[in-house]
């Protein structure tokens, strides 16, 4: 049976295999600036692009704040990686991690806002999103050197799954694992929180309008100098293209999708979005799964949550938080929902909108 992978000798093999993946996301996205935009930026804007949270932050912002929005946004972006990242070692996040079983763990206000909400969204799903996932996808390793575990492994570390094992008192802002093998991962909802937090920046510096990308999550704050809508490309699941637009005034969106990371063993395509019930790559029937809602940790939860679950099992879901998603299936079909058809446009001829 396999130790629990949260170790010093992890975390530094990670480091290097991240620092490795950097150089090359760089030189690739630099190249391809701005690929999940499609809107027409004017010479008054500002762009700046960064690393965190494991991607490229990209920020186009307007107004004569916009080059100090853009610092003091790139500044708290890494202020909430420090603080929600386990890979980070005095992390709160790490911190909670390391006291698992143990005792309470403090969290800043923002940090328990945070939980709340992601517990919240892991109560509403059944568990389809669960931000105590750490032990099984610590298991399986996709961010540095994926392999498939065994079937004894995926069990024995299921059973520290479960987010019910989180317990946070809101009022005092103490949380605790009940269990010293529990372990949170908030990976699946860090990048739509980064937009959250840099949308509250652009708001705090008076800008005029600015749009921010953190991996697969965008967030979209005021309106554009000429008054038209922001216009995101979706991406394609089955190459580096796209497939379709979103053309939204305002909001948040976050995509997941089974191409992100993956490898495959005996013929066997396994994924990166794991369905805790099972411990193994989630098999909904779809590709992808784009979320819009009003808050990007939201819609990053969400969008994990409803791949999980399928289309149909996600309606309910998408109600309850007033969101709406662009859902891809295997069988190149396109399902929208009520309130996001009229923004979206599809653009290729290999896939179909079922109404």
């Not at 969101?323 to 446009?345: C, G, H, P, R, W």
Request: aromatic residues 10%; negative net charge.
């Amino acid at each position: 049976m396999k130790s629990f992978p949260i170790t010093a000798k992890n975390l530094k093999r990670l480091t290097a295999a991240v620092f490795c993946l950097v150089l090359a996301l760089v030189a690739l996205l630099i190249a391809s600036w701005f690929y999940p935009f499609d809107f027409n930026r004017s010479d008054d804007a500002e762009t700046m692009t960064t690393y965190a949270m494991g991607s490229i932050v990209q920020q186009t912002v307007y107004g004569s704040q916009a080059e100090a929005a853009e610092s003091a946004a790139s500044s708290a972006v890494t202020a909430l990686e420090n603080r929600i990242s386990w890979r980070v070692e005095d992390s709160e996040i790490s911190k909670l991690n390391q006291a698992a079983g143990k005792t309470d763990v403090t969290l800043s206000k923002e940090t328990a806002n945070l939980l709340e909400l992601l517990l919240d969204v892991a109560k509403q799903s059944g568990g389809a999103f669960d931000p105590t996932i750490a032990p099984l996808s610590l298991l399986w390793n996709f961010d540095t050197d994926p392999s498939l575990p065994s079937d004894e492994d995926i069990r024995y570390f299921k059973q520290f799954v479960g987010y019910e094992n989180l317990i946070l008192d809101s009022a005092t802002r103490k949380a605790h694992l009940s269990d010293a093998k529990n372990a949170l991962d908030l990976g699946a909802a860090g990048k739509g929180a980064a937009c959250d937090t840099v949308c509250q920046t652009y708001q705090e510096y008076n800008v005029q309008a600015g749009i921010v990308a953190v991996g697969g999550s965008v967030g979209l704050y005021g309106q554009k100098p000429d008054g038209s809508l922001w216009n995101i490309a979706v991406r394609d699941p089955a190459n580096d293209g796209t497939l379709g637009t979103l053309s939204l005034e305002k909001g948040f969106f976050s995509t997941s999708g089974s191409y992100e990371k993956y490898f495959e063993e005996n013929g066997t395509l396994y994924h990166h979005l794991l369905d805790p019930k099972t411990g193994y790559p989630a098999d909904s029937g779809l590709v992808s799964v784009t979320v819009v809602s009003s808050s990007g940790a939201l819609s990053d939860a969400l969008s994990t949550a409803c791949f999980v679950l399928g289309y149909e099992d996600s309606l309910s879901l998408l109600e309850h938080y007033d969101a709406e998603a662009v859902f891809i299936d295997t069988n190149n079909q396109i399902y929208v929902t009520d309130d996001l058809k009229d923004a979206f446009s599809l653009t290729s001829s290999a896939y179909t909108i079922v109404s």
